[in-house]
Each structure stands twice: as structure tokens, then as C-alpha cells.
């Protein structure tokens, strides 16, 4: 294994987390820097893009209670696969996170319910994944050259699912009346057996 192999390995194998935007301000600063600024709901997910996990491996997932156990050992709010061209199946484990706020506080319960009430496959994703392609095409490194970002169809797929994931659990929050600027609810995915 030469060391891009080695790094790409590394970055394949990172959890998906999207950052509570308390901690946008330091994002924000970094994002500034290398690009013209976005819409703070776009950079939200972005980040949790650019640190999009993948996991080799087949571990079977076992349905607990009304969550769903994973390969990791944690509960899932919800659980998706994935269908490959190879024909081995893509897991992706979501789940609510929070920080700041105790685990049965009514934010934290609802944005779990909110997560776990997701359907997945009724859920047209094509316009969210060519506007992920599009934004990778157009991507720049720091000094403004193009630098784009190449992904598999199931990389893209699942950012796709991340990124509706939590605009849909965000969009929510703020429509039951949760302040959203500086909420302290963040959604994390992993995946396995993805390219």
C-alpha cells in the first residue's frame, strides 16, 4: 500500500458528523479562507461531507427496540442500505447527537423522533445528489485553482442521505419552534461495505 492508498484508507474509514452550529464560528473562519461564503445551512452539511466515512466490511444489523443496533455497537435512529453495482449492500447508521442539553430533553427527543419517522426510500434524492456532484465539480482548493472532488455513485448517495437527513430534522425543529442558529443538535453517519 503506497501512501495515497493509505490516505485515501484513512479518510474512507472516518465517521460522517455534521457539527452543532455552535461550533460554526471556527468552520466558518477555515471555509472563508479557501471560498466565497455559502448559506449557513449548506456549510453545515458540507462539513460532515468532506469527513464522509466508509467502512469495509460485512457485519449483519440487528432491529432493537425502536432503534436499530449497528456493527458499531451503538443505536441508530435510523438505518438505510444501499444497493452497489457489485451487488454487495451499503449499511448507513444515522443518529441524533447533542451537547449541552441531557439525552431526554425535549429537543433531544424530538429531533430523534423526527430521524427516526424518515422513509428513506419514498424519498426522491436525484436533485440533492446532482446538486453534491455539481458543488464537487466546482470544487477549489485554498489558492482558488479547481480542484474537484471525485466520489463513487454510493459516496454521493450517501451524502445525499445524510444531507436530507439533517435538513429534514432541522427543518422540523425550527417549524415546532426550536431555535436552529445555535441548536445543539447535530446528526452523525456511518456507513459500511461502501466504495
Known amino acids: 500500500m503506497n501512501e495515497v492508498q493509505f490516505t485515501q484508507a484513512l479518510r474512507d474509514s472516518a465517521p460522517v458528523v455534521s457539527a452543532p452550529e455552535t461550533l460554526g464560528s471556527h468552520s466558518e473562519r477555515i471555509i472563508a479562507e479557501g471560498r466565497t461564503r455559502r448559506s449557513r445551512r449548506a456549510r ?3 462539513g460532515a461531507v468532506v469527513v464522509m466515512g466508509v467502512l469495509a466490511g460485512g457485519t449483519s444489523v440487528a432491529v432493537a427496540g425502536d432503534g436499530r443496533e449497528t456493527p458499531w455497537g451503538w443505536v441508530a435512529e435510523n438505518v438505510f442500505s444501499i444497493e452497489q453495482p457489485d451487488a454487495e449492500v451499503c ?7 447533542f451537547e449541552g442539553v441531557a439525552a431526554d430533553s425535549p429537543i433531544v427527543e424530538d429531533a430523534r423522533d423526527i430521524a427516526r419517522s424518515i422513509d428513506i426510500d419514498q424519498v426522491n434524492l436525484a436533485p440533492i445528489e446532482g446538486a ?24 454521493v448517495k450517501q451524502a445525499a442521505v445524510h444531507k436530507y437527513i439533517f435538513e429534514t430534522v432541522m427543518d422540523e425543529l425550527e417549524a415546532r419552534g426550536y431555535p436552529t442558529s445555535s441548536s445543539p443538535i447535530s446528526i452523525a453517519s456511518q456507513t459500511m461495505g461502501c466504495n
Open 44 to 46: 453545515s452539511w458540507i
Open 91 to 97: 449499511f448507513q447508521g444515522t443518529r441524533v447527537m
Open 132 to 155: 453534491i456532484r455539481r458543488e464537487h465539480a466546482a470544487a477549489k482548493d485554498l489558492n482558488g485553482k479547481p480542484a474537484p472532488i471525485v466520489e463513487s455513485r454510493s459516496q
